[in-house]
């Protein structure tokens, strides 16, 4: 199994700092360095860069790692541009960009930047045309044109195009049509960290729908997004849950049966490790370790050593 790293520059952070963590998961090895695309998070008073812009110049400043947005709500972008600027950041890149797209939920960005959020319904329509579009884009369709009843192309031929398979990733954590959309048109399907028989649910209808479009369930990477909280051993695992808790104003047992509940990743090294094996054995190919922190605040010291046993290094 894969392990990349995930960050959420809306909580707070600089472009340089996020160049900083970038390189660190390009140095470390990793399979790919994710960031999501929201404009605010609730606090207005803190930074939050553009995704697609800042990876532009991620590509230019690594060299090995996959950079990867999870997920660019389809609100933010008409198709489009989505389509333009993710093979201009392949391009840039040399092949090492990943394109997440989401339906996008948070009421507020929209709300206090003044764009429109549909209702769900009319997003997950949005989200299957958008899908086509872009596919249609990068000449991964029978048809070289698409009309939906939200968007079309007519261009038969979309130049530059992607320099190889540009990976589209489908994200969300819904029961039936997140994992529909990804069987149809994803070439990774990602979602939070889950239980097994969950997991297995949603797997079925991906599966299912990508057999009924006449495509290979096994070519879908399953993806899952966890934070972690680890230790070398059982009282430094101890001293970082209760350290972690303080800040969130929560017990340590709280905090700790939080984690546990969700399938979370939390305790010793050897726990880790053990907890990554069971979760590829679910089938999961990439699981991306999410810091939700300032940008500046994390310690890469510390999560390092967690990533290198959960990687079996």
């Given amino acids: 199994?894969?392990?990349?790293?995930?960050?959420?520059?809306?909580?707070?952070?600089?472009?340089?700092?996020?160049?900083?963590?970038?390189?660190?998961?390009?140095?470390?090895?990793?399979?790919?360095?994710?960031?999501?695309?929201?404009?605010?998070?609730?606090?207005?008073?803190?930074?939050?860069?553009?995704?697609?812009?800042?990876?532009?110049?991620?590509?230019?400043?690594?060299?090995?790692?996959?950079?990867?947005?999870?997920?660019?709500?389809?609100?933010?972008?008409?198709?489009?541009?989505?389509?333009?600027?993710?093979?201009?950041?392949?391009?840039?890149?040399?092949g090492r960009f990943e394109l997440g797209i989401g339906t996008g939920w948070m009421e507020s960005e929209h709300t206090?930047?003044?764009?429109?959020?549909?209702?769900?319904?009319?997003?997950?329509?949005?989200?299957?045309?958008?899908?086509?579009?872009?596919?249609?884009a990068f000449g991964r369709e029978d048809d070289n044109t698409y009309r939906g009843r939200h968007f079309h192309l007519d261009v038969t031929d979309v130049y530059p195009g992607p320099t190889g398979d540009l990976p589209i990733i489908v994200g969300g954590g819904g029961p039936e049509k997140t994992p529909r959309l990804a069987g149809r048109f994803a070439d990774e399907y990602n979602m939070f960290m889950t239980d097994a028989a969950t997991l297995a649910s949603r797997l079925e209808h991906m599966r299912q729908s990508a057999a009924e479009a006449g495509r290979d369930p096994d070519a879908v990477r399953i993806s899952m997004v966890s934070q972690v909280i680890g230790g070398a051993d059982e009282a430094e695992y101890q001293e970082r849950l209760g350290s972690i808790a303080a800040q969130r104003g929560i017990e340590p047992a709280e905090l700790e049966a939080n984690f546990l509940g969700r399938g979370m990743f939390c305790g010793t090294?050897?726990?880790?490790?053990?907890?990554?094996?069971?979760?590829?054995?679910?089938?999961?190919?990439?699981?991306?370790?999410?810091?939700?922190?300032?940008?500046?605040?994390?310690?890469?010291?510390l999560i390092g050593p967690d990533i290198a046993a959960m990687r079996g290094s």
């Fill in 112 to 136: 206090q930047f003044g764009m429109e959020l549909p209702d769900l319904r009319t997003r997950f329509s949005l989200l299957y045309e958008t899908l086509a579009f872009v596919r249609t």
């Fill in 269 to 301: 090294h050897e726990r880790l490790a053990e907890r990554a094996a069971e979760v590829a054995g679910l089938g999961v190919g990439r699981l991306y370790v999410q810091q939700f922190a300032p940008l500046g605040a994390i310690d890469t010291d």
């Fill in 1 to 94: 199994m894969e392990i990349a790293f995930m960050v959420e520059p809306q909580v707070g952070g600089s472009y340089d700092q996020l160049l900083t963590l970038a390189r660190w998961a390009d140095e470390m090895g990793l399979a790919a360095f994710a960031r999501s695309d929201h404009y605010l998070n609730g606090d207005t008073s803190e930074p939050a860069t553009d995704a697609l812009a800042s990876i532009g110049g991620l590509a230019r400043e690594t060299t090995d790692v996959k950079l990867t947005v999870l997920v660019t709500p389809l609100t933010f972008r008409h198709p489009a541009v989505i389509a333009k600027t993710a093979a201009t950041l392949d391009e840039m890149s040399g």
